[in-house]
């Protein structure tokens, strides 16, 4: 899947230095090119969840706070781009048992998710706590949030609500859902006020080791 793809990519990259076109022309293969790395990252999402989904997996005793710091210092950059203020909020020692990449993968889709749909300027933040249930992990923007009758929806694979123009497969959430069920946990969505987003995903207690 992805070989043809980069063979694409090269062959319109190729064209664009060869152009020198008009600037319509230069404006189409920009599209094009645009397109090209969108469908690359719609294959980069789909191989990553079918690995996933793929036979059993290993389960580690993973410390929250380290896994959330390496998902925002990788994101951190795109939060910089659109002047907003990402923070992490989560003492070490917050513990979950699981498998590691694809919580992960969790995690960063919601971080993406938040970023990318909340205005520049707006802030995110990322926490892990110990509740008398369990551990959980919350993240928070000061975005446009989900209205009620969406909230379900939005879980659906390839499931977008309008979004101003953002980019993307609409799988973020489906495999985040995912992920969640495979670890017990479960995934809410709740309006913060006055404005914004907050998903949870809440962990059972841990058994004892
Ligand atoms: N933090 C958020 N604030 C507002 N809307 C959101 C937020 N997160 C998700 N959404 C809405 O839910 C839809 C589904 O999200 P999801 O992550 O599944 O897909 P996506 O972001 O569109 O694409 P992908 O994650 O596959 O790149 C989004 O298109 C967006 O409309
Ligand atoms: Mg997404």
Redo the contacts with the bound molecule.
Sequence with gaps: LRTPLAAIKTQAQALRRRLAGDAATRDSLANLLASIDRAG??VD?LLAFSRMQKGRRETASIDLSVMLSDVVSGLAADAVARDQELSLDAAPGVLVRGDRDALEILVR?LV???I???ERSGAVTVSAHETDAGAEIVVE?T????PDA?KER??RRF?????NG???????????KWVADRHGATLSLADVQPRG?R?TVAFPPRPAD
């Design positions: 990252q719609l999402k889709n993406e998710n938040a990318r749909y909340t923007d975005g446009p949030g989900i969406e939005v879980l499931y977008r609500l309008g979004n953002e980019i993307g497969s609409g799988l973020g959430l489906a495999i985040v987003l998903c």
